[in-house]
């Protein structure tokens, strides 16, 4: 098993869909993986600290 960790939550273009961005913790592969957008919202806001 590979360990990931969390790059953040981008928007992919030109379609504005959200992803959320896993980095290999000891690599260079990224993995996407497409999430909606209260998902998106949700995720973001956590990360920067404010509680829902």
């Keep these: 098993m590979i ?3 969390l790059e953040g939550v981008r928007v ?3 379609t504005n869909q959200p992803i959320v ?3 290999e ?5 990224y ?3 497409w999430i909606g ?4 919202a949700a995720i973001a806001l ?3 600290g404010v509680q829902t």
Aim: hydrophobic share 40%.
């Design 31 to 33: 993995l996407p993986i």
């Design 25 to 29: 913790r000891d690599g260079e592969r």
């Design 37 to 40: 957008a209260s998902e998106a």
């Design 12 to 14: 992919e273009l030109p």
């Design 46 to 48: 956590s990360l920067q």
């Design 3 to 5: 360990e990931m960790q």
């Design 21 to 23: 961005l896993l980095r």
